[in-house]
């Protein structure tokens, strides 16, 4: 099982950018597979989560409305389109996947057993 995250870099608050995790090593569907990030002095959480055999989504409060995840069976890919973005959501960015966890919520309220690299996204006043 592998994931590799990609598309992070410095944008102006207001500004977008979209995420992607390419996935491999395992049947696409049969995971739920979510975002996570970490702030410098911050624990890591998760703020979206998407199940790919149901298409059912979960997001953290603190994104709710600026951020839209999505899935494309077809590439083995998870996105995050990040608009409006505030200073406050600079961090590194994960993917992660456990195919313990069966619900968006869940995996994102878990600490996964599988994670991609992570993407630094800053945010400029």
């Known amino acids: 099982v592998q994931l590799q995250a990609s598309g992070g870099g410095l944008v102006q608050a207001g500004g977008s950018l979209r995420l992607a995790c390419q996935a491999s090593?395992?049947?696409?569907?049969?995971?739920?597979i979510g975002w996570f990030r970490q702030a410098p002095g911050k624990e890591r959480e998760g703020i979206s989560c998407?199940?790919?055999?149901?298409?059912?989504?979960y997001y953290a409060e603190s994104v709710k409305g600026r951020f839209t995840i999505s899935s494309d069976n077809a590439k083995n890919a998870v996105y995050l389109q990040m608009n409006n973005l505030r200073p406050e959501d600079t961090a590194v960015y994960y993917c992660?996947?456990?195919?313990?966890?069966?619900?968006?919520?869940?995996?994102?309220?878990?600490?996964?057993?599988?994670w991609g690299q992570g993407t630094q996204v800053t945010v400029s006043y």
């Open positions: 992660a996947t456990d195919l313990g966890q069966s619900s968006s919520y869940a995996l994102c309220h878990s600490r996964p057993d599988t």
């Open positions: 090593g395992f049947t696409f569907t049969d995971y739920v």
């Open positions: 998407i199940g790919n055999s149901d298409g059912n989504t």
